[in-house]
């Protein structure tokens, strides 16, 4: 008898062969529209590639830019010590302009005697002798101030022949310009014998002759404060000649004005 061999094994799922794969392996791709995939892509590939030159091109710039603050500095450096010098210059002629003002100054106050006296002679009238002229010291107008005028002022003595001739003397006095009119005053005005010229003797017969009487003055005046620049045609007329042409060469270099 035949039998029969049936195997129903292979008839199961499990035991059923799976079909060959052909090609490979099969990717499951989505279809459809893919810019956005591209353009992520091209963000995720170009982003990091943008940032890299912007860091370099950034590094670049600070590099130059701080040379250029030190190139700046350097200069600024410089520029302070030729500041520095330049200021030191100002002072220097500042001091300089001072000292040669404050010179020109006292130079431009100076009174010369000579001229001083020829302007009394010319002034002075017939019938007044003047007996002694001194210089009087300046007076400051208050405690620990400089006097308004360092020059100081004359004290004049005499005799006159008649208080007339003392006021002529006076009104002449003040005409100077070398004084100041309105503090040229008469101090002291008094009749006093007339002195016995040296060498005279009285009468040896016991008549005694009584001299005439004059006027003992005493005129005080402050002198002008005019800077001698501005006198030189009085100064001219009374012959300081030097002095006039020490004042010119002055003008010429622009320290005092014509």
């Avoid at 995720?44 to 912007?54: I, Y």
């Avoid at 001219?236 to 002055?250: D, F, Y």
């Amino acid at each position: 008898m035949y039998s029969l061999d049936v195997n129903f094994l292979k008839d199961r799922p499990a035991y059923q062969k799976k079909p060959e794969r052909k090609g490979g392996i099969s990717l499951n791709l989505p279809t459809g529209n893919l810019t956005p995939v591209y353009i992520g892509v091209a963000v995720g590939v170009g982003l990091p590639a943008v940032l890299g030159v912007a860091w370099w091109l950034l590094q670049g710039k600070i590099v130059e830019l701080n040379g250029q603050i030190a190139q700046l500095d350097q200069e600024s450096k410089r520029l302070d010590t030729e500041i520095g010098n330049i200021n030191k210059i100002k002072a220097e002629t500042s001091a300089i302009k001072g000292e040669t003002q404050a010179l020109v100054t006292v130079f431009d106050q100076i009174r010369p005697w000579s001229a001083m006296l020829q302007d009394l002679r010319d002034r002075i009238p017939a019938a007044v002798q003047i007996e002694t002229i001194k210089q009087t010291p300046p007076v400051a107008v208050a405690a620990g101030q400089p006097p308004n005028n360092p020059a100081g002022g004359l004290e004049i003595t005499g005799l006159a022949r008649s208080f007339n001739d003392v006021n002529d003397f006076l009104l002449s006095l003040q005409q100077s310009r070398f004084l100041k009119s309105t503090e040229s005053r008469i101090m002291t005005a008094a009749l006093v014998d007339a002195p016995i010229p040296p060498g005279t003797e009285q009468p040896t017969n016991g008549v005694i002759i009584k001299p005439p009487q004059v006027v003992k003055y005493t005129i005080q005046s402050t002198m002008s404060d005019v800077p001698a620049s501005e006198l030189i045609r009085e100064l001219e007329k009374k012959g300081t000649v030097g002095l006039v042409t020490r004042i010119r060469s002055i003008q010429q270099t622009g320290v005092i004005s014509k």
